[in-house]
């Protein structure tokens, strides 16, 4: 009964902020590389950022890097995305997962929530 549930999203004007948080459940937590995945309207599913289970490596997608920041919280089984500077661009589902790499863009993850929206508007 794994469970991810992402929360934070919501509407923004171009250039603000957002904290993404995922809770995770029916899993230990530090077994697993945590990450973000998001989806634009008509387009694919797309890897924007992970961390492994200490923190020690992180993986961002170019189209993020500088702007948004991936952070775990172990002891609470919960894993961030701060987005800053966000852009019309950055409109999209988000979704938290586990059991992913940080060491390429591949899609794959063990485990997938259900996904928040987030829409940026100029």
């Known amino acids: 009964q794994v469970q991810l549930v992402e929360s934070g999203g919501g509407s923004v004007q171009a250039g603000g902020s957002l904290r993404l948080s995922c809770a995770a459940s029916g899993l230990t937590i530090r077994h697993y590389t945590m990450g973000w995945f998001r989806r634009a309207p008509g387009k694919g599913r797309d890897k924007i950022a992970a961390?492994?289970?200490?923190?020690?490596?992180?993986y961002y997608a170019d189209s993020v890097k500088g702007r948004f920041t991936i952070s775990r919280d172990n002891a609470k089984k919960t894993v961030y995305l701060q987005m800053n500077s966000l852009k019309p661009e950055d409109t999209a589902v988000y979704y938290c997962?586990?059991?992913?790499?940080?060491?390429?863009?591949?899609?794959?993850?063990?485990?997938w929530g259900q996904g928040t929206q987030v829409t940026v508007s100029s």
């Open positions: 997962a586990a059991g992913l790499t940080v060491h390429t863009a591949a899609p794959h993850s063990d485990y």
């Open positions: 961390i492994t289970w200490s923190g020690d490596t992180t």
